[in-house]
């Protein structure tokens, strides 16, 4: 996976985002994941986080992706074939 980002004065606060949630290995890890699968779930992505040891409990996967998200690495959306709430790459 390639990750850029433009840094620009009008976009700072966004980049700072950004970084904040690519400097844990973990959020890392849920990402090469989710580049490799695209439009999982959360069961899905918590079942990935339990077999590798990433996170036990499924509110600590929720948390994670919900940092992603706000960090506009990732993009939570409701996919209405399956009736669910799906999580897709968008970087």
């Given at each position: 996976?390639?990750?850029?980002?433009?840094?620009?004065?009008d976009?700072?606060?966004?980049?700072?985002?950004?970084?904040?949630?690519?400097?844990?290995?973990?959020?890392?890890?849920?990402?090469?994941?989710?580049?490799?699968?695209s439009?999982?779930?959360?069961?899905?992505i918590?079942?990935?986080?339990?077999?590798?040891n990433?996170?036990?409990?499924?509110?600590?996967?929720?948390?994670?992706?919900?940092?992603?998200?706000?960090?506009?690495?990732?993009?939570?959306?409701?996919?209405?074939?399956?009736?669910?709430?799906?999580?897709?790459?968008?970087?």
């Amino acid at each position: 996976m390639e990750i850029k980002v433009n840094v620009s004065p009008d976009n700072i606060k966004q980049c700072a985002k950004k970084f904040g949630a690519l400097k844990n290995e973990k959020h890392l890890q849920l990402l090469l994941y989710i580049e490799m699968n695209s439009d999982l779930s959360l069961n899905d992505i918590h079942m990935f986080s339990k077999k590798n040891n990433l996170f036990i409990n499924r509110q600590s996967t929720h948390k994670a992706l919900d940092i992603l998200v706000k960090s506009g690495c990732v993009s939570k959306l409701y996919d209405e074939k399956e009736n669910k709430i799906v999580y897709r790459l968008r970087l």
